[in-house]
């Protein structure tokens, strides 16, 4: 498992505004369906971007924390335009959340050692719903290599080259997650399964050294993105506004908040951590699956 640094502000904060928050009054379809949102990314903006995307996503396969090598992509390449960045990371981290699943629909024995090339191409084709020649073409994967027959259905649910049987290769779970899941919840199994591969909330944390929750509201709905208080943690702001820019917003420019879940704040406080400490959060992150 590669588990995401929280932590990495340039990467996690990329990811986290490229990938749109979901409205909770949401079409029941994404509910079922994780990968419905996929289908909706700018995915031609990875034109001619095959080789660094491969090249992170070799890292990422390799232990390396999706975000950090995202962040690094993307410091190598400060010309891309916002298609091209969207595209970037999703794809870094498409592959990285669903990497057990593509292996599988690829009909691999397993994602580690896999061709980076064959995962891209398997989450734009099967997952993304990107045509077959697109997909060889945007992941520059060759014409005589693994994945070239056609899936009999796209989605999560759905079949790549290999059928899907079990739980964990469907959602690309841990093989103790998903025994633990089907053993504790049955029939709910699938549904929660589901709903875990979905993407939280935007949760962002007022840095108190410049200034206040209420304060970085303020500055954030000058530049058109809407926030709300979160429920329990003091000092965060849940970002309410769909696909926000907040990269580009004078607050992040002026370093008053940090990506950060409403739990992971809470744990901060609740350990009674004081500045100059360190809190390891060993719980569940979206970027922490198999």
């Excluded at 997909?135 to 899936?151: E, N, Q, Y």
């Excluded at 962002?204 to 970085?216: E, P, V």
């Amino acid at each position: 498992m590669a588990e995401g640094d929280k932590h990495g502000a340039a990467g996690r904060s990329r990811a986290l505004e490229d990938a749109a928050q979901d409205d909770p009054a949401q079409d029941d379809r994404v509910q079922e369906d994780p990968a419905l949102r996929l289908r909706e990314m700018p995915w031609e903006e990875l034109e001619g971007l095959a080789g660094p995307v491969c090249t992170a996503l070799g890292k990422v396969l390799a232990g390396e924390p999706a975000d950090r090598a995202l962040d690094k992509l993307l410091r190598a390449h400060k010309g891309l335009r916002s298609g091209q960045r969207t595209a970037v990371a999703e794809a870094v981290f498409g592959v990285a959340l669903w990497r057990r699943r593509l292996a599988a629909g690829a009909g691999l024995p397993a994602w580690e050692n896999a061709d980076p090339r064959t995962l891209l191409h398997g989450l734009l084709r099967d997952l993304a719903g990107v045509p077959e020649g697109r997909a060889r073409a945007l992941s520059a994967l060759p014409t005589d290599a693994l994945s070239s027959v056609p899936t009999k259905a796209s989605g999560a649910t759905g079949a790549g080259r290999a059928e899907l049987s079990w739980l964990a290769d469907r959602y690309s779970l841990p093989d103790w997650l998903a025994e633990t899941i089907e053993a504790e919840l049955g029939a709910e199994a699938e549904a929660f399964a589901a709903s875990i591969c979905l993407p939280g909330p935007v949760c962002l944390r007022a840095n108190l050294l410049r200034g206040t929750r209420d304060g970085l509201a303020e500055s954030l709905a000058r530049d058109g993105i809407e926030t709300r208080p979160c429920a329990h943690a003091p000092h965060a702001v849940l970002v309410v506004s769909a696909r926000p820019n907040l990269l580009g917003s004078a607050a992040h420019a002026r370093g008053l908040f940090e990506a950060q879940d409403e739990g992971s704040q809470l744990l901060g406080a609740l350990v009674g951590a004081r500045p100059g400490d360190t809190v390891l959060d060993a719980s569940h992150s979206h970027f922490a699956r198999e």
